[in-house]
């Protein structure tokens, strides 16, 4: 499995198959930037060398076409398991930034999760966690993938999980 945060940034066209272009990139050929690691560049070169030219669907998408990226997003990186179990989810801004609720539920929803409610606290937190009714699939898999704390704890409300996003969210989550 590749990390979900990965990039490959090219400055040239991908004008041969992906293949080849996997392998330029990983043998420094290609004037490219990435975060890959080179195991999982030369996954990426095994595994699109199996994929035929006829079945690949090219889409030029803008950081600040916002719509159309998140549509991209939720369609390739959803994660069955998640949509599956229907876990209802609630983040808390405990943080002073702005609107990092409303962008950490649109990546969990991107994931196929169910975030029933995103709302802000008076209250700054200091650390960013994860709250959890019962051990499930969704709970694990998002402590993991954000790299958050998590502990069961009796939850009086809607949700599942509530996640608070605490002062640490820079370090923790990455995102500002």
């Known amino acids: 499995l590749l990390p979900i945060d990965s990039y490959v940034e090219s400055n040239s066209y991908f004008s041969e198959d992906a293949k080849s272009s996997f392998l330029k990139i990983l043998l420094g050929l290609k004037n490219s930037r990435t975060n890959l690691t080179v195991i999982d560049l030369f996954r990426l070169a095994f595994y699109s060398a199996s994929v035929d030219n006829k079945n690949l669907n090219e889409e030029d998408l803008s950081s600040k076409d916002e719509e159309n990226l998140s549509n991209l997003s939720s369609a390739l ?68 993938i954000l790299n958050i704390p998590s502990e069961e704890k009796e939850l009086n409300t809607i949700s599942d999980v509530i996640i608070i996003i605490g002062k640490d969210s820079q370090e923790v989550l990455g995102i500002k």
């Open 77 to 144: 990186f959803t994660d069955p398991e998640i949509l599956d179990e229907k876990i209802n989810i609630q983040i808390t801004n405990a943080s002073s930034v702005s609107g990092l609720g409303g962008r950490l539920a649109e990546y969990i929803t991107n994931l196929g999760g169910n975030v029933v409610l995103v709302n802000s606290s008076q209250k700054e937190e200091n650390q960013t966690k994860i709250f959890f009714n019962d051990k499930s699939y969704t709970s694990t898999k998002l402590s993991k």
